[in-house]
């Protein structure tokens, strides 16, 4: 069993003001995502140019805060959220949803692709690269904050963490998914969008891949205690998570896009 480096969740304090390691990761997630926005606006093929890209970051930015809130509100704590509605403006209680995150960003792909009359599927592609580091860092927040961790095991790697109620050796999972969701999908997105592709391979590539990894990690990882490990939406299959329901509609429209570039393509052939 591996002992958990414990790191003090705060990064820094100055006076009454405490700045959170997880809200630093959020900082350096937009940061990283600018950098490589910036070089690769610099492609022929990129649909956005250089001056284009600060304003795509922030309103991605807006879309990941607000979506991955309401997100989680809906899809993780809807009777509370109902019960207090004052719970979506109290951040600093914590809880973001990715799926929420996501959904944020699409609606803000498309107020920009309509704002700058670009394609909304082209502005996707772009997009999809820079998101793999922004799930690293924020899953490294997780294990600093100790929220978010697997399922009791007993793997040699397995980890006691000290906010457990339990202290159970656990999956280290926010690890699992950094390395996943994180670095694997990173390399394999950026290498697929490094050369000119179909409109809408490399977000439905990303969406396909990164629903992929997370439905695997979900089995170690430690259901949300409202949920008791079901999904309310399928309960006829009790064994999937939350997180699991909500990843098969993105594999499912990953498959769609892909499909949809692919029979575009052969359809462009014929004429």
């Known amino acids: 069993m591996l002992s958990y480096p414990s790191i003090d969740p705060v990064a820094l304090s100055i006076g009454p003001l405490q700045i959170h ?3 630093v990761m959020y900082l350096l997630a937009f940061l990283v995502a600018w950098r490589l926005a910036l070089r690769n606006s610099q492609r022929p093929w990129s649909p956005i140019k250089k001056n284009q890209v600060e304003d795509l970051i922030v309103y991605g930015a807006w879309g990941v805060i607000l979506g991955g809130r309401i997100g989680y509100m809906f899809f993780y704590s809807a009777d509370k959220w109902l019960a207090d509605p004052a719970m979506l403006i109290r951040i600093w209680e914590g809880g973001m949803s990715f799926h929420g995150g996501l959904m944020g960003v699409v609606i803000a792909i498309l107020i920009y692709s309509r704002k700058y009359q670009i394609s909304f599927l082209s502005l996707g592609d772009f997009a999809a690269p820079l998101v793999p580091t922004g799930l690293m860092f924020g899953r490294f927040g997780n294990f ?7 399922r009791p095991t007993d793997v040699p790697w397995a980890m006691v963490f000290p906010a457990d109620p339990e202290l159970l050796p656990r999956h280290p999972s926010q690890l699992y998914e950094a390395a ?8 394999i997105i950026n290498w697929f969008a490094s050369k ?10 990303f969406l396909i891949l990164y629903g992929v990894f997370r439905f695997c990690v979900e089995f ?3 259901p949300d205690a409202q949920f008791s490990g079901q999904s309310a939406l399928l309960e006829s299959f009790n064994w999937m998570t939350r997180g699991q329901t909500l990843c098969i509609p993105m594999i499912i429209v990953g498959l769609w896009l892909m499909r949809k570039s692919v029979q575009g393509l052969l359809k462009s052939e014929r004429s």
Request: glycine share 22%.
């Open 21 to 23: 390691w997880y809200g």
């Open 144 to 150: 600093i904050g100790q929220e978010l961790y697997g």
């Open 180 to 187: 996943l969701e994180g670095l694997v999908l990173f390399l």
């Open 196 to 205: 000119p592709r179909l409109r809408g391979e490399v977000g439905g590539l």
């Open 220 to 222: 170690v990882r430690q």
